[in-house]
């Protein structure tokens, strides 16, 4: 799984196909077409969408999870601005909102793949709100509430514990608040989840709790240590310009994992290639490096490689 997400984000935009709709949406032709909706709150009165345009389709409930559950709505060839105009549409009450942020949250994951561009969705439609409820809000209380149950969701449900850590850091390196700066709050919460994966009994020096601070090194998990190394390389410098003393702690606990000898081999060869991001100051690597990485996590996957 790892292997084929390291694959997919490094050939990104190698094949360029046009997708002129969100996945899933399917015009209605009539008013008879549509599906009811419980509970009020498919309305047919029209909204007022700037930029809409006269023959946008009116959406039903079903019409817009239909569209933001499908991969396809989440493609790089996708525009977004798109689905922020069906999403608009299909806006009405306040419970719309909660559900509009919840749907997404939870299909970025189910894969880690999706981060990227579901962020780039949560970060244009952050000007959606409807009375006291803003879809900023409610994604971020999403995002807290699982980052509550980090622990138990890292050892019952380790994917998506993975999928949450790709979103987390995505949503910090695209959003920005009114101000257009970086969601400090999210800064401790990245790290944490990164120390988690190091040592899956990792405590901040702040948090009380009897549990031993005793590495653990040989349950490190090796494709949730991949996605540690993909996601943490593009906003590296951005995350250590908001927390340098957390960095250096990281970079130390990743020097301590790559050393111990009980390191798997996987887990060694995403770590080194944090270290050696972190020596070039976050900056892209070479072609060389590159390839040379994408080798090798190929080659230990097939276990070519001891």
Not at 147 to 168: G, H, S
């Amino acid at each position: 799984m790892a292997g084929r997400g390291r694959a997919r984000g490094r050939s990104r935009g190698l094949v360029d196909q046009e997708i002129t709709s969100p996945g899933g949406l399917a015009s209605r032709n009539s008013d008879s077409d549509a599906e009811e909706v419980p509970n009020g709150q498919f309305h047919t009165e029209p909204l007022d969408v700037k930029n809409s345009t006269p023959d946008q389709p009116t959406l039903s409930l079903n019409d817009m999870k239909s569209i933001l559950e499908d991969s396809r709505t989440y493609s790089d060839q996708n525009d977004v601005k798109r689905v922020l105009l069906c999403a608009k549409n299909f806006v009405r009450t306040e419970e719309d909102v909660r559900l509009l942020a919840l749907i997404i949250y939870n299909k970025c994951l189910e894969d880690c793949s999706l981060a990227k561009r579901g962020s780039e969705m949560c970060d244009i439609m952050s000007c959606i709100e409807v009375g006291n409820v803003k879809f900023r809000n409610c994604l971020l209380n999403l995002v807290q509430a699982d980052y509550k149950a980090r622990k138990e969701i890292a050892v019952q449900n380790p994917q998506r514990f993975t999928c949450f850590l790709a979103f987390l850091c995505n949503i910090f390196g695209i959003m920005r608040t009114a101000t257009d700066e970086v969601f400090k709050p999210l800064v401790n919460p990245i790290f944490d989840c990164f120390n988690l994966i190091l040592n899956p009994n990792y405590i901040r020096e702040d948090e009380e709790s009897v549990e031993p601070r005793v590495a653990d090194v040989e349950n490190v998990n090796e494709d949730a240590c991949e996605v540690f190394s993909q996601e943490l390389q593009p906003i590296g410098k951005l995350l250590e310009e908001n927390g340098e003393e957390q960095m250096q702690q990281l970079i130390d606990n990743i020097r301590t994992c790559i050393i111990n000898s009980k390191s798997l081999p996987r887990v060694r060869c995403s770590l080194l290639e944090v270290i050696e991001a972190y020596a070039r100051g976050w900056e892209p690597a070479n072609n060389e490096t590159t390839r040379f990485y994408c080798d090798m996590s190929v080659g230990l996957i097939s276990g070519l490689v001891l």
